[in-house]
């Protein structure tokens, strides 16, 4: 196992959570695109504090810990809008919330 | 003389046992690897097969006991061929049911993921069991962060919740799951802070480092165990008041309440699958009474210094099973609260005490642990209590009855 | 026990699978998640999505890393999944299994288009990257006790801003989602 397949297998998690962002109409599946990206985030993380010369340094555990911490924020904050949002045009979809546009 | 010494001795401690067993087949040739697995298969079986003979008694004696606080007998008929062993065969004949009621599944449910909540929901009651300490060095899996594991692996509970009520394509069910999972996501926050209180004064997420640090005896026989002091009074309380509502249990048992919403999450599982709900309920009950009695009760410890010779785990299990009893007592006792009033009561006043107990237990520990600590710590966990308590009670009190007779 | 009797048999007791105890739960992970991307019932993806998670939380603690994992699985699988589930349980509860199109912006190929070109771009420098030809160091440990130690020393700046990140979200996701009661 070397840090470059850990890396591979973090990417390949980035790049589905990139894709369902970009493509999904539906805005939770949005979100579950951002959750993806950051998991993968986090991934990178430990896997770069496993391969590090001093694991005493904890800088990547910890790293890992405050955005797990901050996802969970955001995705209470996000869901919230999203009830907010559904409550006023009645629908989730990100393509609905066309008050704005042209 | 010897063989009933060597029988004793594996009497207070099974897990030598164990070690000897294990040791005489290393002595066959046999290799390494399949020791460890045969150990690790001997230990799972053992705990496995004991909770579930617990969860068997338990089913009837809740019965027994919930029927003799309401003045009459429960269960006494189902005994072994001629005797009635006062109706304690009564799960054999309820397993024996389950298992052969049909299995009736709803033509619109989501099969797979209908399949698929009981399964969820046994997982995590099932791996909580491997942290718990049962006795002297009998912890299944000593781990650094036990304490995490169990309420990490307890929140795959709520996933099977949600699974179960939604999956049954019922607005009954959705209706259920959603206050199951409100309740447990609000009483779980009370459940961590106390455990935390814990695992503060005793400087270590492992419960065999808690149960240790409540180990030895003040003035030579009064145990230090943390229930002994106030804020580990206010966090017990605490813990066992979030421990009821995280097993669905009465006072909180709502989401289950046949009056209120059929079965909640489980109204469209019958046969084996609600066994295995109701089997992974009362795990997760005995799980959780584990956790109180290895936290706040001393765990294995003995509570005087020449009970030591009955054995650790006779001490642990009774004690686990003092409390089970206490849960079945609080069910006979006191009405379901309605959803509004029990999440109300988690977040306005359990959550307060326990930051109040949390602040208190670090006081007690920096004001030196001497009488000055105690008196401090009393007053900052009793005040919040008191204020907090009329609070409550003068918001939901209850004008004078008047009675008014036809005339 | 079982960790004493796993000791006894092989050095280390986290390597018995050798390095499939890693990349087994990552080939979970990565199927799950592509799972999630790509269904059309939300509340499957939704529950793709937290098997995802498990299985993540179990990597970081194959990786070493236990209190993470266990951390992740606490956060994300306890609290993230649920309110997610909450979400598609309040705002559409009737139109889960309406197939309309699901896709929408780029499209499902302009999506995959998009994924396919940043994971091209990842890997490559993955793949060439001096940074990333590291060899495989002794298996560390991160025990609480140090965590705790370096949360209330080092990082104890970062700590108290989390908790007033966390306060403030919650109450601001609370205020957002209340009803109007006017």
């Known amino acids: 196992m070397t840090l470059q397949i850990l890396l591979a297998i973090s990417a390949i998690l980035f790049a589905f959570g990139l894709a369902a962002t970009l493509s999904r109409s539906n805005s939770i599946m949005i979100l579950i695109g951002i959750e993806l990206m950051l998991g993968a985030a986090n991934l990178n993380f430990i896997s770069f504090w496993r391969f590090s010369e001093n694991p005493s340094d904890l800088a990547g555990i910890l790293f890992a810990i405050f955005s797990i911490a901050v996802a969970a924020a955001e995705a209470a904050v996000g869901l919230a809008i999203i ?20 | ?92 004949a309820d397993g024996i049911k389950m298992i052969t009621k049909e299995d009736l599944v709803p033509r619109t449910a989501d099969q797979v993921v209908h399949l698929l909540a009981p399964v969820v929901m046994m997982i995590p ?50 209706l259920g799951a959603m206050r199951a999972i409100a309740q447990m996501i609000s009483y779980e926050i009370p459940l961590v802070i106390a455990a935390i209180i814990a695992a503060m004064i005793s400087g270590s997420l492992s419960p065999s480092a808690i149960v240790a640090a409540q180990g030895g005896f003040a003035w030579g026989f009064v145990p230090q165990w943390f229930v002994l002091t106030p804020w580990g009074f206010a966090a017990c309380l605490l813990f066992y008041i979030a421990a009821l509502a995280e097993s669905n249990r009465s006072p909180f048992d709502l989401p289950e309440g046949e009056s209120e919403l059929v079965a909640g999450h489980l109204t469209e599982y019958s046969g084996f699958k609600y066994a295995t709900f109701f089997m992974a309920e009362y795990i997760g009950m005995f799980a959780v009474c584990g956790m109180l009695v290895t936290l706040f009760l001393g765990g294995w410890q003995a509570p005087l210094p020449f009970l030591t010779i009955i054995p650790s785990w006779c001490w642990f299990f009774g004690k686990v099973c003092f409390v089970a009893f206490t849960m079945v007592w609080v069910r006979a006792t006191l009405p379901r609260l309605r959803i509004d009033h029990m999440l109300a009561f988690a977040w306005k006043f359990l959550l307060p005490m326990s930051f109040a107990a949390f602040i208190s237990a670090a006081c007690w520990h920096y004001a030196g642990r001497g009488p000055l600590a105690w008196l401090l710590s009393l007053a900052i966990v009793g005040i919040p209590y008191l204020v907090l308590g009329t609070a409550f009670s003068n918001r939901f009190a209850v004008s004078r009855r008047t009675y008014q007779f036809s005339e | 026990m079982i960790c004493d009797f796993l000791k006894t048999c092989c050095a280390d007791p986290v390597n018995f699978l050798g390095d499939w105890f890693v990349l087994l739960p990552a ?15 939300l509340i499957h993806a939704a529950l793709c999505l937290t098997l995802s998670f498990i299985a993540l939380g179990i990597v970081f603690i194959a990786l070493g890393a236990e209190f993470v994992g266990f951390v992740q699985l606490l956060v994300y699988v306890g609290a993230v999944a649920m309110v997610i589930v909450f979400a598609i349980l309040l705002t559409k509860p009737d139109q889960l299994t309406k197939s309309g199109s699901a896709f929408s912006g780029l499209g499902p190929a302009g999506g995959a288009a998009v994924g396919l ?40 700046v970062a700590l108290i801003a989390i908790g007033v990140l966390l306060t403030a979200a919650l109450v601001g996701a609370a205020v957002l989602a209340m009803e109007d009661k006017s």
């Open chain 1, 83 to 102: 009830i907010l949002v559904h409550r006023r045009i009645n629908s989730v979809e990100a393509d609905d919330a066309s008050n704005l546009k042209g």
């Open chain 3, 27 to 41: 080939m979970v992970l990565l199927l799950a998640g592509g799972a999630a991307v790509v269904m059309r019932n």
């Open chain 3, 117 to 156: 070109v940043a994971l091209v771009a990842l890997l490559g420098f993955i793949f060439t990257s001096p940074l990333a030809k590291k060899p495989l160091p002794a298996p560390a440990s991160a025990p609480v006790a140090e965590i705790g130690q370096a949360l209330m020393g080092d990082y104890k």
């Open chain 2, 1 to 92: 003389m010897n063989i009933f010494l060597e029988l004793v001795h594996f009497l207070q401690a099974p897990n030598e046992l164990l070690r000897w067993f294990i040791d005489l087949l290393g002595s066959f040739g046999l290799p390494q690897w399949i020791l460890a697995i045969i150990s690790a298969l001997i230990i799972i079986g053992t705990v496995i097969g004991v909770f579930l003979g617990l969860f068997a008694l338990m089913s009837v004696m809740e019965r027994k006991i919930l029927a003799r606080a309401q003045n009459r007998y429960g269960p006494n008929r189902v005994g072994f061929f001629c005797w009635r062993l006062c109706g304690l065969f009564q799960p054999v």
């Open chain 2, 125 to 174: 009651a099932l791996m909580v069991l491997a942290i718990i300490p049962y006795g002297r060095d009998m912890v299944p899996a000593d781990l650094n962060a036990g304490i995490l594991f169990f309420f990490a692996v307890g929140a795959g509970t709520e996933v099977a919740v949600f699974m179960a009520g939604w999956a049954s394509n019922n607005k009954y069910s959705v």
